[in-house]
Structure formats: C-alpha cells, structure tokens
C-alpha cells in the first residue's frame, strides 16, 4: 500500500493567496483527519471526515480555512486569503473506523510557509 | 472530556541507558491509548497502541508501555536506548470513535 499522500510536499506563498493542499488517504480507510503541526501550538485537529462527512471540524481556526471530501480517496484544506502566521506543517491522516479502533496513518506533511 | 499530559518536553539519555517517557490520560470511558513517533520532517508512526486485554504492550524497535489504569498513566519505556531513538514521541487518547487526542510531544535526545 502506497500510505497517506499528500502534495506539495513543500508550498511557498505570499500573503493573501489562495493555498490548497491535497490528500489521498489510503485505500479502504473511512475516516480523514487534517492536523496541523507548530513549535507554539504542537498537532492541532483542525477537522475530520467519516465516510466523506465532516464530522467535526471545530478545530478549523477561522473561515479562511476550508476542508472538502469529494470522495473517499480525495481529500483538500484550502486557506484564502493565507497568512503569514498560517505557516506550519500539515497533515493528513486516514484511519479505517471499526469498532474501537482509531489507529491513524498519517501522511508525510505539506509544509506551507507564507511570507 | 478527555486529555493526555506528556511530562516533559526534553528527555536526554546516553545511549544504552533506559528510555521512560512519561504519559497520564484523563478519560471518563475505558480509553484506547497510543504511542507515535515523529522522525524529523516526517509524519508520525505508529509505535505501539492498547485497546482492551494485555496491559503490557510491546510496540516496534524494542518499545513497550503498560497500561496502568490507577494511576490513569501510560509510561513508554526501552531498556537500552539506540541513536536512532532521538525523535519526537507523542502520546494519544481515543474513544473508539475516530478522534484521537494528542499530548504536547517529548523530544528525546540519545547522546553517544
């Protein structure tokens, strides 16, 4: 199995533009899960998705950020206008939600810087 | 509402010395717990995890955590740490429904 995806796996942009970073969880799995990783703040859950429903996305820091599941093997994060304190790495991750089970796999990380 | 605190941020051991990482939970359910780790500039892995049973869980690359639910802990341990140990470990809490809560994270530093 090829595991998490995500792309770019490196993004710089200026203030104000529109960012999306993409996933493709893996084969099978029915939930989705963006994370976001700072030194100030550690790994934030900005969102989920079960069966390509967002489930809870109370983390999402504000309404310039946006996530979509078009279908179970795509997943984007969209941040317009993004700023500079955006900069951060993120994750996705995919799990496949049985029963008591919530082990995750997660992808390798975009890393967004916005000058 | 549930909660994982990792003590200490920075943990330094000499190589072949022993690795404990600390890691209490708040849950008012039985709780699923996790160990990840976290190479530089990648994801994170999982280490080893316990659902239900054997309160001893033996994880890869010589990593184990026992499940100690009076002292609501999770402690991550190796008898003899390797350089290739220095990372970032993270410790999580889920509830059987899909949302994993993370710790801070415990960056270990193996020195020679």
């Known amino acids: 199995d090829a595991g998490v995806i995500q792309s770019p796996r490196h993004e710089v942009t200026e203030m104000g533009q529109e960012v999306t970073l993409r996933c493709k969880p893996i084969?099978?799995?029915?939930?989705l899960f963006w994370y976001r990783q700072t030194m100030m703040r550690g790994l934030e859950l900005l969102i989920y998705f079960n069966n390509n429903v967002p489930i809870d996305d109370s983390g999402m820091p504000e309404d310039r950020f946006s996530a979509k599941m078009p279908n179970a093997s795509f997943s984007t994060l969209k941040i317009q206008p993004s700023e500079p304190r955006d900069s951060a790495v993120y994750f996705c991750?995919?799990?496949?939600?049985?029963?008591?089970?919530?082990?995750?796999?997660f992808g390798p990380g975009t890393r967004l810087t916005v000058t | 509402a549930q909660s994982v605190t990792q003590l200490g941020s920075h943990v330094s051991v000499s190589e072949g010395a022993l690795v404990l990482l600390r890691c209490n939970y708040s849950?008012?359910?039985?709780?699923?717990l996790f160990w990840y780790v976290q190479y530089p500039n990648q994801g994170l892995q999982l280490l080893l995890k316990?659902?239900?049973?054997?309160?001893l869980v033996k994880g890869i690359n010589g990593f184990e955590a026992e499940f100690k639910k009076s002292e609501t802990s999770f402690h991550l341990t190796k008898p003899s740490a390797h350089m290739s140990d220095a990372a970032e470990y993270f410790c999580a809490v889920g509830r059987g429904q899909g949302n994993l809560i993370f710790g801070k994270g415990t960056k270990l530093s193996v020195k020679p």
């Open positions: 849950s008012s359910v039985p709780p699923y």
């Open positions: 991750a995919s799990s496949l939600l049985l029963a008591g089970w919530d082990e995750q796999y």
């Open positions: 084969s099978g799995h029915n939930s």
């Open positions: 316990y659902t239900t049973g054997a309160t």
